[in-house]
């Protein structure tokens, strides 16, 4: 008798490899999870959306006037932004904070670096709300300054912080009219002429508190080195038109620059731009000075995006941008609004004209 050799059974275990390989997607899908839970204190700037300011937002006009003529406009004149991670509002976790240094379009900073300690969520938002209010009151006042209307201005007390020189001293909506007897037209005066005293001087002040004029000593104290009081001061005017900016959800200051030449653009006749694609960031005073902004790598990089031909980067922002401009995005140099307009009208028109860059400050 023939005996018939058993066969061998199939094999149902796991390979070494397999049994590896599935212990490592475990591992990796625990870590990664585990690192979503942890929150470290860094905040991180990704390039966020542009805005047309001759467009619309949410289906309303981003810039609009009443009661005076307005004119067709081309072209495009974006303001930039900047998605922002971090803080109260938005915490980072660990493994945002890994994964954002294989975006080179991302800056990671110290959270202790961006926001105040102990801000709430709210209180962000709020000042956020604040400058973002503040910046598009002063574009339209240098818009429309700058088409001959005038426009009074009221220095005002926006803030006491408590326990500063002039806590128990000034008080909220206490009208600014003159530091040590000069005129003040702005906020930049009453922090410039306060430069002329030692910290720890009183200084006189002559304001308007409750519809009445007086003159009070204000003591001062230092921060950082400068002559302070330890108040916040706000700009009041009188526009002599209804002007409304809406930028939607956005907040901050940084827009100013391109509300004003939107506006601007909106009533006087002419296409300003030409047709071509402006995008900028900066912020404005009442003086038409343009101001630093943050995430201004990251707001190169949205522009780029969005197909601007140019950009108009705020001069002090100038050594972050060098090394930073991408490839085929002209990136300008801008000091004033004045100096913004010439350069955009010049442009528009088809003009033979001198970009300023920062490599020329440089």
């Not at 006037?65 to 998605?83: H, K």
């Not at 005017?237 to 901050?252: K, R, S």
Request: with cysteine.
């Amino acid at each position: 008798m023939t005996e018939t050799p058993l066969s061998r059974p199939e094999h149902t275990g796991v390979s070494a490899r397999a049994a590896i390989a599935l212990l490592l997607v475990v591992a990796t899908v625990s870590v990664v999870a585990l690192l979503n839970l942890v929150e470290v204190p860094k905040v991180i700037y990704r390039p966020g959306p542009v805005y047309d300011t001759l467009g619309e937002v949410d289906g309303r006009p981003v810039v609009s006037i009443e009661d005076v003529e307005t004119f067709p406009t081309t072209g495009r004149l974006d303001f930039t932004t900047v998605t922002v991670s971090g803080g109260p509002r938005f915490p980072v976790t660990a493994w945002d904070w890994l994964t954002s240094y294989l975006d080179p379009s991302t800056t990671v900073a110290d959270e202790a670096d961006v926001f105040p300690p102990d801000a709430t969520a709210d209180q962000i938002r709020e000042q956020n709300v604040a400058l973002m209010q503040n910046s598009q009151q002063e574009a339209a006042v240098v818009a429309l300054r700058a088409v001959g209307e005038s426009v009074p201005e009221q220095v005002k007390v926006a803030q006491v912080i408590v326990d500063a020189p002039a806590d128990g001293v000034l008080r909220v909506n206490d009208e600014i009219r003159q530091v040590d007897g000069r005129d003040v037209a702005n906020p930049d005066d009453v922090r410039d002429i306060l430069q002329d005293f030692e910290p720890g001087t009183d200084v006189p002040f002559r304001l308007v508190r409750d519809g009445e004029e007086q003159t009070i000593e204000v003591p001062t104290g230092e921060d950082e080195g400068r002559t302070v009081i330890g108040v916040y001061i706000r700009s009041d005017f009188d526009l002599p038109y209804e002007v409304t900016i809406d930028a939607g959800n956005v907040g901050g200051p940084s827009a100013g620059l391109m509300f004003s030449l939107a506006l601007y653009d909106t009533i006087t006749p002419g296409e300003l731009t030409g047709g071509l694609d402006f995008a900028g960031t900066g912020t404005i005073n009442s003086l038409g000075e343009v101001g630093p902004i943050g995430g201004i790598q990251q707001k190169l990089v949205g522009a780029d995006r969005a197909g601007a031909d140019y950009f108009l980067a705020p001069a002090a922002n100038c050594p972050e941008v060098l090394g930073h401009e991408p490839e085929g995005l002209t990136v300008a140099r801008i000091e004033t609004f004045d100096q913004a307009l010439e350069l955009v009208e010049a442009l528009g028109e088809g003009a033979e004209v001198e970009v300023p860059t920062c490599a020329d400050a440089a």
